[in-house]
């Protein structure tokens, strides 16, 4: 029993000095860094696919990936073939190393090394020549060294990370997603064994061509195979697996999708100072794959007109992210400079941002879509613009003036609008790189200013986004930005609507086209860039042709050719995405209303062209109708009846007053217009009203109106007037903005949103009128 006691005694000793001389080289030793410094970037479409794998730094594959993200078929297989007893020795087996030397120096057999997975790892890390005994011994203290900082999952885990997989391929994940476009804890039993034999020989032949394994590697792992069964239960349906022949796909059959999009992410993150080895992206891959090949076709069709090179950029307006970006025709082609990345590069818009100016126009109460704008030459001080076609149109609505992207309406309009004007609007756009106001002038209208396709896009799909402008995302893990309100929900409607009646240049059937395209193309000055802008279902799409060298090509024409592959790209969409209309709902502020459409103005029973016109109440500008006017006639004379004059019989013509410059292009354009008789025989130059005109009984004129604000909806103020047995419609102005119409002998109630003097006018629809003046004091 002594003998015992003291035995224990000594072996307790022994363990503690054993922990204290751990303890002490624990503390004189320094604690290794197992971290491998490069790795690759993993890119991935928002479906999960692979786009790209990049090189690390040192030109290897590799990615690392934690121990709990590995098959565990996979761990079973490497500790089986390369270390049994891993979890059970302090870095390195005796035993093995006795056997690998007397087979490989004694006996003269292959040669075998007998390290552990701790000796191969330190062998990786410090880069150690073990073929000498010296280096072998320094293998062995590195492999010690190691297991006194690190636990046995934390080595299994590092040497998973740096062991050689064949070719350039370092690591459990860079192998996996390489040779079989899986992540590790995927694999199936046969892909596990293979990648499990590769580290101890990475050199094994594998056809670069075909990828199939050669029968070294087959044999390797087959008899990796036999010793599982040995230790794990195999159902027959596993079996027959390892019996089918399978490849490796090879590095050079790596996916390179959306080059530009990706290059653009590892620079973002380079200037940031960041580094991710695994990025997920929002690029769909096959709407990615689907405009390629769009743009490829479109490209091969129409190279012998000069047209060599596209961008395009597709994004999701439901949470702003990038869904497909092209940034050149063909990222490999040296003669277009095809790795330059147009989708960044600033060009000329052309026509394209002519939707804003008019979005402003409606927002500031000069126009509304069927407003009557003059197509006239024109002097703005200095600057006199002409139009593409070196022609005139006369009078034309806002919306035949934008959907014909005439240039005079759009300048004149662009002088009209402020606070903000055009440069204030792309200043708050955040359009970047601006200079000052006064270097562009009234050019900017026209595409004097510069902007990048995503920016392009920013700015469009601000308009179906209610006129809120968010940033557009490239990773899944970004958040909407907060946005930057640029224009109302009413005039990013109208202009939409405006857009979605240019015509298409496809020629798809009726059936085809249900749904509504909001579209715009432009074209630089000197023919350098064609663009096709426009919303798509749910999506913005913006299509760019040009040369990176800036040089000009009279197929470059928006219409002409960037609309093409624009629709051709939109008919895509069409058929293989659901896609649906994003401006249905019409906000509350909008209003439908009858309007002549010579004028532009409301109808009276004397326009010969009717339509109807979105207006925003008490913004849009609105009055009745005054080109379409009765003239009486004296039968007898044959001239113009004077005020105060009888005549026996007379009639009624009605004749359209126009303004002499539109008179002018009407007569140059054969469609000359007859000339209102003159009244030069009548002491008074106008005719008296026909008929009675109205008279205004609500409200009661010069009364002060009390209104208190609690009880505002049941004391508003009651618009009502008589007027002649002929008048059909009578129109309500306050301080002539529009407020609505009835019916004769109808009210209309008034509700003011402050107190002071107002005029009340009231025109019925023959152009006969009254006015009146009230007060309103609003009580709290």
Same mark, same amino acid.
């Given at each position: %029993?002594?003998? =015992? ?6 072996i ?5 000095v ?11 030793i320094?604690r290794?860094?197992?971290?491998v410094?490069?790795?690759?970037t ?10 790209? =794998? ?29 270390d +049994? /007893? ?11 190393l006795?056997?690998?030397?007397w ?6 057999g ?32 590195r492999?010690?060294?190691?297991e ?25 994940? !860079? ?73 490796l ?19 973002d993150?380079?200037?940031?100072? @960041? ?5 997920n ?10 405009? @390629?090949? #769009?743009?490829r076709?479109?490209?091969k069709?129409?190279?012998?007109k000069g ?7 597709l ?9 497909a ?17 147009? *989708? ?16 402003l126009?409606?927002e ?5 879509p069927?407003s009557? =704008? ?6 703005f001080?200095s ?6 076609d ?11 003036a ?8 759009? *300048?004149y309009?662009?002088s009209?609008?402020?606070n903000?004007?055009?440069?204030g ?6 359009i970047?790189? %601006?200079a000052s @106001?006064g ?15 995503? &920016? ?7 308009? !179906?986004n ?17 946005? $930057? ?10 202009? %939409?609507? %405006? ?5 298409? *240049?496809?020629t ?8 509504p ?7 630089? /000055? ?6 096709? $802008?426009?919303i ?19 197929a ?17 969409l069409?058929?293989?995405?659901k896609l ?20 532009g103005?409301?109808?009276?029973? /004397? ?10 109440p008490?913004?849009s500008p ?18 113009p009846l004077?005020s105060?004059?009888?005549a ?11 303004s002499?410059?539109i ?6 354009a ?13 002491? #008074? ?21 009390t209104?208190?604000e609690?009880? !505002?909806?049941k &004391? ?18 306050v301080d ?10 109808k ?11 107002? &005029? ?6 023959h ?8 007060r309103?004091?609003?009580? +709290?």
């Amino acid at each position: %029993m002594r003998r =015992l006691r003291r035995f224990l005694g000594n072996i307790v000793i022994f363990i503690a000095v054993i922990a204290l001389a751990f303890t002490a080289l624990k503390l004189i030793i320094p604690r290794p860094d197992l971290s491998v410094q490069f790795y690759s970037t993993a890119f991935y479409d928002k479906n999960g696919e692979l786009l790209r =794998l990049t090189l690390s730094k040192d030109d290897f594959y590799r990615i690392r990936t934690p121990l709990n993200e590995v098959s565990k078929d996979l761990i079973n297989g490497v500790l089986l073939h390369e270390d +049994k /007893w891993f979890y059970q020795h302090f870095g390195f087996n005796p035993i093995s190393l006795i056997r690998g030397g007397w087979i490989s120096y004694i006996k003269g057999g292959n040669r075998q090394g007998g390290s552990t997975i701790t000796m191969q790892l330190a062998r990786m890390h410090w880069k150690l020549n073990t073929k000498s005994v010296k280096g072998k011994l320094a293998q062995i203290l590195r492999a010690i060294q190691i297991e006194l900082f690190y636990s046995k999952d934390e080595i299994l885990e590092a040497y998973l990370n740096y062991a050689p997989y064949g070719r350039n391929i370092e690591s459990i994940g !860079a192998a996996s997603l390489i040779y079989f476009n899986k992540l590790p804890n995927k694999l199936t039993l046969p892909e596990a064994l293979t990648l499990a034999v590769l580290p101890q020989s990475p050199s094994y032949r594998i056809d670069k061509n075909t990828g199939y394994v050669g029968e070294k590697l087959t044999k390797a792992r087959d008899e990796l195979f036999e010793k599982w069964q040995n230790e794990f239960e195999v159902d027959n349906l596993t079996k027959a697996l390892f019996k089918l022949p399978f490849s490796l796909r090879q590095p050079e059959n790596l996916p390179f999708i959306a080059p530009h999009f990706t290059q653009q992410l590892i620079n973002d993150d380079f200037l940031k100072g @960041e580094f991710n080895t695994k990025i997920n992206t929002t690029i769909d891959i096959r709407i990615q794959k689907l405009i @390629e090949t #769009q743009v490829r076709s479109f490209i091969k069709q129409n190279n012998k007109k000069g047209i060599n090179n596209a961008a395009v950029l597709l994004a999701d307006l439901r949470d702003m992210s990038v869904v497909a970006h092209v940034g050149s025709a063909d990222y490999f082609n040296n003669d277009i400079q095809g790795q330059i990345n147009a *989708v960044n590069i600033k060009r000329s818009p052309g026509s394209t941002l002519k939707p804003f100016i008019y979005a402003l126009a409606i927002e500031q109460g000069f126009i509304h879509p069927m407003s009557v =704008l003059k197509d006239v030459p024109t002097s703005f001080s200095s600057y006199t613009p002409e139009n593409f076609d070196n022609k005139f149109m006369g009078p034309l609505s806002a919306m035949q003036a934008l959907a014909r992207s005439r240039n005079i309406p759009a *300048v004149y309009l662009s002088s009209k609008i402020n606070n903000p004007n055009l440069y204030g609007f792309l200043k708050k756009a955040q359009i970047s790189k %601006m200079a000052s @106001e006064g270097h562009y002038g009234l050019a900017l209208t026209l595409g004097g200013g510069e902007i990048t396709i995503f &920016e392009m896009a920013k700015l469009y799909a601000s308009l !179906a986004n209610g006129g809120i402008m968010y940033d557009i995302g490239t990773k899944t893990e970004q958040n909407r930005s907060k946005g $930057v309100k640029l224009l109302s929900k009413e005039s990013s409607f109208i202009v %939409m609507d %405006m857009l979605s009646n240019i015509p298409r *240049v496809d020629t798809l059937a009726a059936e085809t086209r249900k749904l509504p395209i909001y579209w715009k193309t432009g074209t630089s /000055w000197g023919f350098r860039d064609a663009w096709s $802008v426009g919303i798509v279902g749910q999506y913005v799409l913006v299509v760019w042709l040009g040369n990176f060298d800036n040089s000009g090509n009279p197929a470059f024409v928006g219409a002409d050719s960037a609309a093409p592959l624009f629709f051709n790209i939109v008919n895509s969409l069409q058929a293989t995405q659901k896609l649906y209309d994003i401006n249905k709902i019409v906000p509350s502020g909008v209003k439908m209303v009858d309007v002549c459409l010579s004028s532009g103005d409301l109808v009276t029973v /004397w326009c010969k062209r009717k339509g109807k016109s979105w207006f925003v109440p008490g913004i849009s500008p609105i009055k009745v109708d005054n080109i379409y006017r009765p003239v009486v006639i004296n039968d007898d004379t044959n001239k113009p009846l004077c005020s105060g004059e009888k005549a026996q019989k007379t009639r009624v013509e009605v004749y359209e007053y126009y303004s002499s410059d539109i008179l002018e292009i009407f007569a140059k354009a054969g469609l000359p217009k007859r000339k209102p008789p003159d009244m030069n025989h009548c002491k #008074q130059k106008f005719q008296d009203s026909v008929g009675i005109t109205p008279y205004i009984t609500s409200p009661l004129k010069n009364t002060t109106y009390t209104i208190r604000e609690a009880k !505002a909806d049941k &004391e508003r103020i009651i618009f009502s007037a008589t007027s002649d047995a002929n008048a059909k419609t009578l129109y309500w102005f306050v301080d002539n903005e529009y407020i609505g119409n009835t019916e004769q002998s109808k009210t209309l109630a008034w509700l003011p949103d402050k107190s002071g003097k107002f &005029e009340v006018s009231v025109v019925d629809d023959h152009g006969r009128f009254d006015k009146m003046s009230l007060r309103v004091t609003l009580l +709290k």
